[in-house]
């Protein structure tokens, strides 16, 4: 049976395929969601007298194959910069039933009803919205069993585990695909008025498709800053004040990214327009990165972050030679954090403008 898994995991794979880098998404929290997939199973169900031992195997385990849907909820936290733990609760709903074809004498039957797990996952995040992981938990099945003029319900445990693969397709919202196993233990249900007793054993393989609501969504990146220094102070007599002093843009990158994204594109047009308006004297254009990432990383990722700006300044209009590109990594912090922290002001280009 557990080629059923085998082929769950490969379109596990084949969604996953293809999914690049996104900006940075927040997984902690609480979510709820929604499922519906497939189980494949049978229920082996040896036979013999009340309260003695199963001594009757030659009947045909019943099929309890069947379409499933319900309900999951959880709560993730996020381990570092890529792994992510969590736990979940999950109610499925479906009825999978199936009989043993007479094969014993008697027809039996089995179903399915419903059944709840509880699970821990562990995962890593391949990309800041593409996460893979396994899971494993414990399982309860509510099942109903058959006889001639008889039914009998029992709660069935066992153990869950399988892999799954989620990806986040906006600010609170995820799909999923997971393939999972359910081993179940061996129960006694019970017909003394047929005079024997089946030791039911469910073994199944399911595949659940669904989506996911988070609760806590993808920060907002920081609004454009503008920083000006004031005018010199006034003195006796003095001369007008500089009708241009020097004036200060800070730019915003998502993390892990060089990209200039709609904020840093207004900051700076804002930067191109001001130095317009005046005779420039020198630029300097500035890269910096957080914490998050070894210090080598990060030097390489503020010169790209640097150089991105200057690029962008230059395509606008203003002249090559008078701008300066320095990259100070995350050794010049805006906000300080201690190191392996993901804090958006650090993640930034300066752009100082001074006029004649």
């Given at each position: 049976m557990k080629k059923h898994v085998a082929v769950a995991a490969a379109a596990v794979a084949a969604l996953a395929v293809g999914?690049?880098?996104?900006?940075?998404?927040?997984?902690?929290?609480?979510?709820?969601?929604?499922?519906?997939?497939?189980?494949?199973?049978?229920?082996?169900?040896?036979?013999?007298?009340?309260?003695?031992?199963?001594?009757?195997?030659?009947?045909t385990a019943?099929?309890?194959?069947?379409?499933?849907?319900?309900?999951?909820g959880g709560y993730n936290w996020e381990v570092g910069?890529?792994?992510?733990?969590?736990?979940?609760?999950?109610?499925?709903?479906?009825?999978?039933?199936?009989?043993?074809?007479?094969?014993g004498g008697d027809l039996n039957g089995v179903s399915i009803n419903s059944e709840y797990s509880i699970r821990?996952?562990?995962?890593?995040?391949?990309?800041?919205?593409?996460?893979?992981y396994v899971t494993a938990g414990l399982v309860r099945m509510d099942v109903d069993a058959t006889a001639p003029g008889a039914t009998t319900s029992e709660g069935v445990n066992g153990w869950t585990y399988g892999l799954g693969t989620e990806v986040r397709?906006?600010?609170?919202?995820?799909?999923?695909?997971?393939?999972?196993?359910?081993?179940?233990?061996?129960?006694?249900?019970s017909f003394p008025l047929n005079g024997y007793d089946e030791g039911i054993?469910?073994?199944?393989?399911?595949?659940?498709i669904g989506v996911n609501y988070r609760f806590?969504?993808?920060?907002?990146?920081?609004?454009?800053?503008?920083?000006?220094?004031?005018?010199?102070?006034?003195?006796?007599?003095?001369?007008?004040?500089?009708?241009?002093?020097?004036?200060?843009?800070?730019?915003?990158?998502?993390?892990?990214?060089?990209n200039l994204n709609a904020a840093a594109l207004e900051t700076i047009d804002a930067a191109v327009n001001r130095a317009r308006q005046c005779n420039v004297s020198g630029t300097v254009v500035v890269g910096h990165t957080d914490t998050s990432g070894s210090p080598t990383y990060n030097q390489g990722l503020s010169e790209r972050r640097a150089s991105v700006v200057r690029d962008a300044l230059v395509a606008r209009g203003m002249a090559a030679g008078s701008i300066q590109t320095?990259?100070?990594?995350?050794t010049d912090l805006a906000r300080a954090t201690r190191d392996g922290v993901r804090e958006p002001l650090n993640r930034r280009t300066a752009v100082t403008i001074t006029f004649r």
């Open positions: 999914q690049g880098s996104a900006s940075a998404e927040n997984w902690d929290g609480f979510y709820l969601g929604g499922h519906a997939g497939y189980t494949d199973g049978e229920a082996d169900s040896p036979y013999g007298a009340v309260g003695g031992p199963y001594v009757f195997t030659n009947q019943p099929d309890v194959s069947g379409g499933i849907y319900g309900l999951q910069d890529d792994w992510l733990l969590g736990v979940e609760v999950q109610a499925t709903f479906g009825e999978r039933e199936g009989d043993d074809a007479g094969t821990a996952r562990g995962g890593y995040l391949f990309t800041p919205r593409w996460l893979g397709f906006g600010p609170h919202w995820s799909g999923f695909i997971e393939a999972r196993h359910d081993e179940m233990d061996q129960t006694r249900f054993t469910p073994e199944t393989d399911s595949v659940r806590r969504g993808a920060a907002a990146p920081p609004p454009p800053v503008v920083v000006q220094q004031p005018p010199p102070p006034v003195v006796q007599q003095p001369p007008p004040p500089a009708a241009c002093p020097t004036s200060q843009f800070v730019v915003y990158f998502e993390w892990d990214r060089s320095q990259a100070r990594g995350e």
